[in-house]
């Protein structure tokens, strides 16, 4: 697990002390961020993709059956729920925090979100004005050079939508980063990273071209910390953002 950019004031949970109320209010986008791949693996299965699968809970809404707070929220991750299926999560408190920081997301996202554009319209921006397909695939559709957006809308919030969308370095993940080699025979290669092990590097280059490298056969081997993709700010009016991040966050799964 990566190491997550915790502001310092929530960094005292391990000692038994409440979350402050300013860490309440505002997460790093990097927790949340952080929170939903967690979330995927340790509370998907009972909660959902909505968070809203088990009766009187619907994180979106907000409804919860134990919690008023974020102090709260983090105690029953801490300790499950006992009598209930709800188990204590096993994770360190920087990632407990994430998760907080997700679950309160989610209801942010949608209130945020609701009504706040057009999916249709932003469907044809997309496609059309924003050229995304040129790098991303939806549906089967486009180029597979960037991620597959085609979930996007049941993993990512609008907040984080919106951020990669206008300033897309800040929320590039560790497995979307963009991979240079220079083999030793002088060619250069440019990627995304797939998948890595001691010895080898797998990639998608910007031919669409899945190439598999051996790093004994590279004479320089670079993990691109800056994003492939270019910044929207200024390209789009707010509205057109608005319908953008909407039609994201429709895609939940190939239709």
């Known amino acids: ?84 299926s709800m188990p204590p999560t096993s994770v ?6 994430a998760l907080v920081a997700y679950i309160r997301s989610l209801h942010d996202s949608a209130t945020s979100a ?10 044809i921006l997309f496609e059309g004005k924003g050229t995304c397909l040129t790098c991303h695939r939806v549906n089967g559709k486009g180029s597979r050079v960037a991620p597959d957006l085609t979930e996007v809308g049941a993993i990512r919030t609008a907040e984080y939508l919106e951020r990669s969308i206008l300033a897309p370095n800040e929320s590039i993940l560790p497995e979307h980063r963009v991979v240079r080699a220079v083999t030793r025979q002088g060619a250069v290669i440019t990627g995304r990273r797939l998948n890595e092990d001691t010895h080898t590097i797998q990639l998608i280059d910007q031919d669409e071209h899945l190439r598999s490298l051996d ?35 429709s895609l939940k799964g190939v239709e």
């Open 114 to 123: 609701a009504g706040s554009g057009d999916a249709a319209r932003g469907k």
């Open 215 to 249: 790093k004994s056969e590279l004479k320089e081997y670079t993990l691109l910390t800056t994003s492939s993709m270019p910044s929207y700010q200024g390209k789009f009016s707010s509205a057109e953002l608005a319908d953008i991040v909407t039609y994201l966050l």
């Open 1 to 84: 697990m990566r190491t997550l950019a915790i502001p310092a004031v929530a960094l005292v949970l391990a000692s038994g002390l409440s979350i402050p109320l300013a860490a309440q209010q505002r997460y790093l986008s990097s927790d949340v961020e952080a929170g939903s791949r967690l979330y995927r693996n340790n509370c998907f299965a009972c909660h959902g993709p909505e968070g809203n699968s088990i009766p009187g809970v619907d994180f979106r809404r907000g409804q919860f059956k134990r919690v008023s707070t974020d102090d709260d929220l983090f105690r029953v991750i801490v300790n499950g729920v006992p009598g209930t």
């Open 92 to 97: 360190n408190d920087a990632a407990r925090l």
